[in-house]
Structure formats: structure tokens, C-alpha cells
């Protein structure tokens, strides 16, 4: 009669509404449950779907054309135990935003969130529960599974006799996987579970798994049939296990490797960590299952989710840059440090809203490599030299750059000057260069009188045209490009000739 009873409901909208029940839109979900008491249960359902790319609503949602079932088999049984009409999911839009700088969300991209929650009495028993949702269909652009617009999912739960017997919630996922990952951008995301219970001797296992089929396209426009029967894009009621699985695309792509990669995408057995670099631009289906184990050995639970990574190119967005004093031909940055060991680094890199990291290394020579981190470090250079250095900006992502950067430790200039005149005759004052450079030899001398002239050479003689305090500027460079500069002032007040 259940049965019976949502096949009418489910009809009437199928005549009304036909034109949306084409469901290409799931792109994820799972099922848990809490135990509220004795054979009592709290069961969550958490899908996702695409809700830019014109495909069904959440059943039971307003302006949908289907409502949602749930339909309970007993391991004992070959037909329903119980059946539930699902109600309004809670939708809410995801937050698809990205902690990858790599990663520019495109504006087109949209994510909504369905929890359905239900309460169901099942009597505690030897037998286990199985829990069952089904909905057809995915995206038809998916890449490692056959027939994706004609495949649909299960998303199911069992409540085994030993949760029963002990009123056990069942195992959660912590976190969902990003929507959105880069081709060639190392991927890691923690797909582990937990215990709600956190009990003494559980472990926990994690092992990639195929995803189910659910449903078909019957009822759907085009296709004749009833969007409620087996075939259909919404079984009522849904299909008891065991499920069949998706078909995965023949060569790299299986459950174990459903996305190929280099190193091949994996999950850590003991952590759930889920590693590789997707080395393919596309959408991917993938099964996830959490396994909990007694100290026995014995099985007390699983979950399982079926989600799909889209993997996208991510352009590089950033650009390496410091302060140099030049670039040479091979576009490295040339930094002249004379007189002295400790460099000042001053990162000058855009655009500054996609870099995540920077990276700072340079070669000592004997001493091996140093290696910074943030901004503008401030650096000790061994000795006298040339070194080699580097910044990498988003070390190991794609939108990572490099800059290369040679750093010249040289010698100091020593530099001063003295100067002398007749202070009872009004006439030239004499300048005498003092310098002496730990580099090769000095090729620039340069005399400055603010305001009034110049002259060149180690020596000088400058007829200053009125008496006051003057301000002279010595100024070598030798052949390095070490620059020093020796400013004084000159109280030129000589006793005028007249006078005299």
C-alpha cells in the first residue's frame, strides 16, 4: 500500500511537471544515523547538486516534480520493511570559495546543499537494516564511468545487530572533499571519519570503493515509463540490495584508481588521506568507505559516500619579483651587497591575493643551503662571493613562479677627504681624496658643491664665489660598482684681500 500510494503521488507530478524530472544533477552525498533509543533512529541524508546546470530540484523541495522515498529492507526480507515519504529538505547554498590561490572559481559555478532528516522505529534484531535512497542521474559530462546521464546513485546505510543490540550512532565523515581541484596541483584532503562514541578498541579503515547505481531515465522527457519503477529517475519503492555498481571506464580508471593520476590519486588506509596529482582536466566519480573494526577483527559499521572532484586548469596568477639593483641576460636579479654580510630581501611579487607561500633558498657554498620563509628576510652571507638564490612563490602548486637571483657579497670602499686654504687670502680651497677599495681598483672620483659646481679626479681646487658654510660631496666607485660617498661641511670665511 506505501508503495502504491507515493507511485500516485509521484505520477500525478509527472504529468504536470514532466519537463523536470531529467535529474543530471547529483553530484554527491551520504547517509548516517543516531540512535535516539531503543529501535529508534534519527537517519541523515546530505546530498548535493548542481544548481547551474538546469537539472532537477531536491525531491520533495518546492517547484520539484518528484518527492523523496526511503525504503528499509530487513536482511530477512525480499520486499520493504518500512517505507518514508521524505519532507522538505533544508537547502542551503554551498560555499565553493577555495583556499588554493591556484584556483580561480568560475562565476558560473553553483553548489546547493539538500539534509533530509527522518525518524524510524525498527525493532531490534538479529538481522541487519539496510537503509536506501535512490536518484538518477549524474552529470552527463563525468569522465571515468560509462553512460554517466543515464547512471544514477544509492546512497545507503546499514544498521548492523551489534549497533542495534548497543543503540550504537553510526561513523560520520569530517569533512566534505572540495568541489573544485587543479590539473597538476598536488592534491591532499583528509577524508577521514570519526566515532561519535569515540570507543576504546575501534579502528578505523579507508579504502576507495565503487559507487552505486540507482534508477534510470524512465519517466524522464523522452523516455517512456514510470519515474517511480525500478527503471525510473525516482524508484518507489527504492531497490533493495545488493546494488549493482557503476560501469568505470576501461584503462586507468577503476575503483581503486578512479582518477588515474601521477602519482596515481590514493587514500591512506589508516588515515583516509586522500593524495595523487589529477594529471587530466574533467569530472570524476569516486567512492569513499569508512570501515570501523572491533579488537576483534570484527566488523561494526561502514560508511560510504559517493562524491565527484572536478578538476579544472588553473592558470598561474602570480609573478616573482625583488628589489635588484639590475637583470642580467638570463633574467636573474642581481644584488650588489659591498662592505657588508647581511642582505635586506624586499619581495616585490603580484598579484598579492593569490600567493599562498613564498619560499626563500640560497646556495652558502660549503655550508650548504639556507632556507626562509615570508616576505623580506634578512639574510648572512658567509663570506666574500657570488651565491645563487632563489623565491618560489606556491612551492608545488600550478600557479607557482621562480625567480633567480645572484647575490654579490664585495669588499667596502673606504672613503673621506681632507681639504685646506688660506684663510687670510681669499682663493681656492684644495680637496685631497682619501679611498681605498677591498675590491680590484677605484675608476670614478666625483666632487660635488651643492649648489654651485662640480669637479672630477683625486684631487681638486674650487674657487668658491662668496664666503659660508659649504657643502661638499666626495663620491668614488670602483670597478665592482661599490659605490661610497663622503659628505662634509666646509666653513670657507677667508680674510678678503681689500682688507688686507
Avoid at 74 to 95: C, K, N, Q, W
Avoid at 121 to 142: D, G, K
Avoid at 190 to 206: K, M, N, Q, V, W
Amino acid at each position: 500500500m506505501f508503495a502504491f500510494k507515493n507511485m500516485l503521488i509521484m505520477f500525478s507530478c509527472f504529468v504536470f511537471l514532466s519537463f523536470q524530472l531529467e535529474g543530471r544533477h547529483i553530484i554527491g552525498g551520504d547517509m548516517f544515523y543516531d540512535c535516539i533509543g531503543p529501535g529508534q533512529y534519527e537517519v541523515t541524508i546530505v546530498l548535493y547538486r548542481d544548481c547551474a546546470g538546469g537539472g532537477a530540484f531536491f525531491d520533495s523541495s518546492p517547484f520539484s516534480a518528484t518527492v523523496g522515498t526511503v525504503s528499509i529492507y530487513r536482511s530477512d526480507r525480499d520486499t520493504p520493511f518500512a517505507g518514508i515519504i521524505l519532507d522538505e529538505p533544508e537547502i542551503s547554498d554551498v560555499d565553493i570559495s577555495s583556499s588554493n590561490p591556484c584556483l580561480i572559481i568560475p562565476p558560473s559555478l553553483c553548489v546547493e546543499k539538500g539534509v533530509y532528516k527522518f525518524d524510524v522505529a525498527l525493532p531490534v534484531s538479529e538481522h541487519t537494516y539496510t537503509i536506501s535512497y535512490q536518484r538518477c542521474c549524474r552529470n552527463n559530462t563525468i569522465n571515468n564511468i560509462t553512460n554517466p546521464d543515464e547512471t544514477g546513485a544509492t546512497y545507503t546505510i546499514d544498521i548492523l545487530p551489534e549497533a542495534q543490540d548497543n543503540c550504537n550512532p553510526s561513523l560520520r565523515f569530517n569533512n566534505f572533499p572540495p568541489f573544485v581541484i587543479c590539473e597538476r596541483d598536488p592534491l591532499e584532503f583528509d577524508h577521514s571519519a570519526f566515532d561519535p562514541l569515540d570507543r576504546e578498541g575501534i579502528t578505523l579503515e579507508y579504502s576507495f570503493c565503487t559507487p552505486y547505481v540507482g534508477g534510470g531515465l524512465a519517466g524522464s522527457p523522452g523516455n517512456p515509463g514510470s519515474p517511480t519503477g525500478p527503471d525510473g529517475v525516482a524508484p518507489d519503492p527504492d531497490l533493495p540490495p545488493p546494488y549493482d555498481e557503476v560501469n568505470f571506464v576501461g584503462g586507468e580508471f577503476s575503483a581503486e584508481t578512479p582518477m588515474g593520476g601521477d602519482p596515481v590519486i590514493s587514500i591512506d588506509s589508516q588515515t583516509g588521506l586522500i593524495s595523487g596529482t589529477p594529471i587530466v582536466q574533467g569530472q570524476y566519480v569516486i567512492g569513499v568507505c569508512a570501515t570501523a573494526i572491533d579488537s576483534s577483527g570484527n566488523v561494526v559499521d561502514v560508511i560510504r559516500r559517493d562524491f565527484q572532484f572536478n578538476v579544472a586548469d588553473c592558470e598561474p596568477s602570480v609573478t616573482a619579483s625583488i628589489s635588484a639593483d639590475s637583470i642580467d641576460d638570463s633574467g636573474n636579479f642581481v644584488i650588489n651587497a659591498c662592505g657588508k654580510d647581511e642582505v635586506q630581501f624586499n619581495d616585490e611579487s603580484f598579484q598579492e591575493e593569490f600567493i599562498d607561500t613564498r619560499d626563500w633558498s640560497f646556495d652558502m657554498g660549503i655550508e650548504g643551503n639556507s632556507e626562509f620563509s615570508g616576505q623580506n628576510p634578512l639574510v648572512t652571507f658567509p663570506a666574500q662571493g657570488q651565491y645563487t638564490g632563489q623565491i618560489i612563490l606556491n612551492k608545488g602548486r600550478s600557479c607557482s613562479d621562480t625567480g633567480n637571483i645572484l647575490i654579490n657579497i664585495w669588499g667596502a670602499i673606504e672613503n673621506d677627504f681632507s681639504y685646506e686654504y688660506d684663510t687670510c687670502v681669499y682663493g681656492p680651497v684644495m680637496f685631497e681624496g682619501e679611498s681605498m677599495t677591498g675590491n680590484n681598483e677605484i675608476v670614478t672620483r666625483e666632487w660635488v658643491v651643492t649648489g654651485e659646481g662640480s669637479a672630477q679626479g683625486s684631487t681638486a681646487s674650487y674657487l668658491f664665489a662668496r664666503a659660508g658654510n659649504k657643502r661638499v660631496s666626495y663620491r668614488v666607485v670602483d670597478d665592482i660598482g661599490c659605490e661610497a660617498i663622503t659628505q662634509k661641511i666646509i666653513p670657507y670665511y677667508p680674510i678678503p684681500n681689500e682688507i688686507i
